[in-house]
T-cell receptor, first 113, second 116 residues
Framework: AQSVSQHNHHVILSEAASLELGCNYS??????LFWYVQYPGQHLQLLLK??????LVKGIKGFEAEFIKSKFSFNLRKPSVQWSDTAEYFC???????????FGAGTTVTVRA | KAGVTQTPRYLIKTRGQQVTLSCSPI?????VSWYQQTPGQGLQFLFE???????NKGNFPGRFSGRQFSNSRSEMNVSTLELGDSALYLC???????????????FGPGTRLTVL
């Protein structure tokens, strides 16, 4: 069974610090990769996605992620966080011919002003 | 373009009852998926419907069922509710089926179900 692992449960940062959230998946075939964000009191929103092509993907709000196929990883990064980035972040994976999206457990990011 | 809408937003039921949740996808989207979100288990896939057909189902008991109508609207039903069914139920829609390429999903705000 496919699984998605997010390494950090809770990350606390100060404003302007850099952020990197790890995501690894266990399936070796063709995958589609996503990062979703859930701000307090809001619904899940797509930050960025990877389907094919350039493994460095840029998303909204200054986020980017790098797909490293050899490491089965899709880590999320932001060079300088803001207080408004406080949220829960989910990595998700789907694969060809599999009609579902598998989510990681989520990482809560708290940015202190 | 209107987003994914879910009704009701909040629901309180007692054990043994059944409940039906509704989801209206983004106009033109033919795939609707359902997820259960709980603090302990995170986001878990329930099922996906595409063109009125269930394409896949997650590891949930048969008490959880769903259907999709010709206008792509979907309903999820949970019978014989248990305390552990208390959760946020999320619906997501996409243009194409999840198994295909470019299967970006858009999520609704969820229905918060509390079972007493």
């Amino acid at each position: 069974a496919q699984s998605v692992s997010q390494h950090n449960h809770h990350v606390i940062l100060s404003e302007a610090a850099s952020l990197e959230l790890g995501c690894n998946y266990s399936y070796g075939g063709t995958v589609n990769l996503f990062w979703y964000v859930q701000y307090p009191g809001q619904h899940l929103q797509l930050l960025l996605k990877y389907f094919s092509g350039d493994p460095l993907v840029k998303g909204i709000k200054g986020f980017e992620a790098e797909f490293i196929k050899s490491k089965f990883s899709f880590n999320l990064r932001k060079p300088s966080v803001q207080w408004s980035d406080t949220a829960e972040y989910f990595c998700a994976v789907s694969r060809s011919n599999d009609y579902k999206l598998s989510f990681g457990a989520g990482t809560t990011v708290t940015v202190r002003a | 373009k209107a987003g994914v809408t879910q009704t009701p937003r909040y629901l309180i039921k007692t054990r043994g009852q059944q409940v039906t949740l509704s989801c209206s996808p983004i106009s033109g989207h033919r795939s609707v998926s359902w997820y259960q979100q709980t603090p302990g288990q995170g986001l878990q896939f329930l099922f996906e419907y595409f063109s009125e057909t269930q394409r896949n189902k997650g590891n949930f008991p048969g008490r959880f069922s769903g259907r999709q109508f010709s206008n792509s609207r979907s309903e999820m039903n949970v019978s014989t509710l248990e305390l552990g069914d208390s959760a946020l139920y999320l619906c997501a829609s996409s243009l194409f089926t999840l198994a295909g390429p470019n299967n970006e999903q858009f999520f609704g705000p969820g229905t918060r179900l509390t079972v007493l």
